[in-house]
């Protein structure tokens, strides 16, 4: 247990340290001694979780689990739910910028209903990009010291990145009704709630502007999928379901509120579902 804590703590300390460092170097920034210094710790940080892991990893082995099985293990132990899903979401995320180019749909098979919900928050996604550009352009002509506009400028292009990949995994990632009544709530790659066709009551068109973040949820189990300040959608259930927060903590909910940009097509699709 005293190898895993320590583990954690380096990893905690070790992924904020590699953010910057590579922030750095793509700036060209020249480290000074003790950021080169700093540089040998977090190599030290590192070689700690390989090891950790490599250990957790043999014990899973010797358990029988197989090796995806017991990687996945190793990593649970090590790294806090949080920094897994923080890294996984970005991954998918960027990965969607590829998906977007091509026009490409994720989880939407043949027979599948894609319903999209990207509508009420597209003009704020591209004003937030108009005013990331303008402000990258501003700052390079503003800031006198190379160095700190380098960096700067660095954060800024990956920021742009971001904000353009949190769009097209919203847009790649629709809401799916599936020939078998089951339905996918989805917010690009932070949310992923699947209702299998039994839990299903009754689902209408029932606008609403709630306040409150991304995923809100009340005492009474109702749940609301923000987008835009709305929602379109209201999804009763028969029985509770389980649901996972972006940042990994669950919750149960007997009513879900979600967008969808045509709310009466999304509403049709599950009603004509058979039921199971």
Not at 79 to 105: F, M, N, Q
Not at 210 to 220: A, H, I, K, M
Not at 241 to 255: C, N, Q, S
Request: aromatic content about 6%; glycine content about 6%; proline content about 7%.
């Amino acid at each position: 247990m005293t190898r895993i804590r320590a583990a954690r703590i380096a990893v905690t300390a070790v992924v904020p340290a590699e953010l910057v460092l590579v922030v750095c170097l793509a700036a060209g920034v020249r480290l000074p001694g003790w950021a080169l210094a700093a540089t040998e710790t977090l190599l030290v940080g590192v070689l700690l979780e390989a090891w950790v892991l490599h250990g957790l990893y043999a014990a899973e082995r010797a358990r029988g689990a197989d090796r995806p099985a017991a990687r996945r293990a190793a990593v649970r132990a090590v790294v806090p739910v949080r920094v897994r899903r923080l890294v996984l979401h970005e991954l998918r995320a960027t990965a969607s910028l590829g998906r977007w180019v091509v026009r490409g749909k994720h989880g939407v098979r043949p027979g599948d209903v894609a319903a999209p919900y990207t509508g009420p928050q597209t003009a704020m996604m591209y004003g937030m990009l108009f005013v990331s550009v303008i402000e990258t352009v501003a700052l390079a002509l503003l800031i006198p010291w190379p160095t700190v506009h380098r960096v700067v400028l660095v954060l800024d292009v990956y920021g742009i990145l971001l904000v353009l990949a949190l769009h097209a995994a919203c847009v790649t990632r629709p809401h799916v009704v599936r020939p078998d009544g089951s339905l996918r709530i989805r917010y690009g790659a932070l949310f992923d709630l699947a209702v299998p066709p039994d839990a299903v009551a009754s689902v209408r068109v029932d606008r609403r502007y709630p306040e409150g973040r991304l995923v809100t949820v009340s005492e009474d189990g109702v749940l609301d999928l923000i987008v835009g300040s709305q929602t379109s959608v209201t999804l009763e259930l028969n029985r509770p379901i389980r649901f996972t927060r972006p940042l990994g903590a669950t919750g149960e909910a007997r009513t879900v509120r979600f967008h969808a940009d045509d709310p009466r097509a999304l509403v049709t699709a599950v009603r004509r579902q058979p039921a199971a």
